[in-house]
């Protein structure tokens, strides 16, 4: 087991593949043992500021952050999970708290396996980079699909997946971009002081 020294920082998860991924990441050590990742499967955009209005007011953690696609557009249910941050704290504080995938997350994790820029967030048309760089058929995130697919992950392909990701946008309003290199950055640094940073903000 490793040890944690008390950093507790929460990601609230739109749903499975954002979970399954995190905890993926978080099972290949790639992470500062300086904190104690805690994951939460909102499993709907819907619910994803109550998820994040009821940890932060817990008290329970040193960060609570948020991990969830942009659809196209971005849609108004993002752009409206961002606003409702910014208006819950009173500071413009959302890009400091939401991870995001555009058009989705598989972006990020299909950059493991190869440079590529995702427009679509449809599973039936991104099935077939999934069938081209993984091996999956037909994919439709079941359950033994996601769970083959987290598998490929490995600490080998980590540094190539944030290789790809750096050359995409960071801008939420741009098609195939992701703003998750600057937070898994910190994620991986045993200086806390970004927590603080953040924290100050709010």
Same mark, same amino acid.
């Given at each position: 087991?490793r040890?944690?020294?008390?950093?507790?920082?929460?990601?609230?998860?739109?749903?499975?593949?954002?979970?399954?991924y995190?905890e993926?990441l978080k099972?290949k050590?790639?992470?500062?043992n300086?904190?104690?990742?805690?994951t939460v499967?909102a499993?709907?955009?819907?619910?994803i500021?109550?998820?994040y209005q009821?940890?932060y007011q817990?008290?329970? &953690?040193s960060l609570?952050l948020?991990?969830c $696609?942009t659809? #196209?557009?971005?849609? !108004?249910?993002? %752009? =409206?999970i961002?606003q *409702?941050i910014?208006?819950?704290?009173?500071?413009?504080?959302?890009?400091?708290?939401v991870?995001f995938?555009?058009?989705?997350?598989m972006?990020?994790?299909?950059?493991?396996?190869?440079?590529?820029k995702?427009?679509?967030?449809s599973?039936?048309?991104n099935s077939? &980079?999934?069938?081209?760089?993984?091996?999956? $058929?037909?994919? #439709?995130?079941?359950? !033994?699909?996601? %769970? =083959?697919?987290f598998? *490929?992950?490995?600490?080998?392909?980590y540094?190539k997946?944030?290789?790809?990701v750096?050359?995409?946008?960071?801008?939420?309003?741009v098609t195939?971009?992701?703003n998750?290199l600057?937070?898994i950055?910190?994620?991986?640094?045993?200086?806390?002081?970004w927590i603080?940073?953040?924290?100050?903000?709010?």
């Amino acid at each position: 087991m490793r040890k944690y020294k008390g950093r507790k920082i929460c990601i609230i998860c739109e749903g499975y593949e954002e979970l399954d991924y995190i905890e993926t990441l978080k099972s290949k050590s790639v992470f500062s043992n300086k904190y104690d990742f805690i994951t939460v499967n909102a499993k709907s955009i819907n619910t994803i500021i109550a998820r994040y209005q009821e940890k932060y007011q817990s008290d329970s &953690y040193s960060l609570v952050l948020i991990f969830c $696609d942009t659809d #196209k557009g971005p849609s !108004e249910k993002y %752009k =409206e999970i961002k606003q *409702k941050i910014n208006d819950f704290h009173g500071e413009d504080v959302a890009d400091d708290i939401v991870i995001f995938g555009n058009p989705c997350t598989m972006q990020i994790i299909l950059s493991h396996f190869a440079e590529i820029k995702l427009t679509s967030q449809s599973k039936a048309i991104n099935s077939k &980079y999934i069938k081209e760089y993984v091996g999956i $058929d037909n994919y #439709k995130a079941t359950d !033994e699909q996601r %769970k =083959e697919l987290f598998s *490929k992950i490995k600490r080998s392909n980590y540094e190539k997946m944030k290789e790809n990701v750096a050359k995409l946008s960071t801008d939420d309003n741009v098609t195939s971009s992701t703003n998750i290199l600057k937070f898994i950055e910190n994620f991986e640094s045993d200086d806390e002081s970004w927590i603080d940073e953040i924290n100050k903000k709010l």
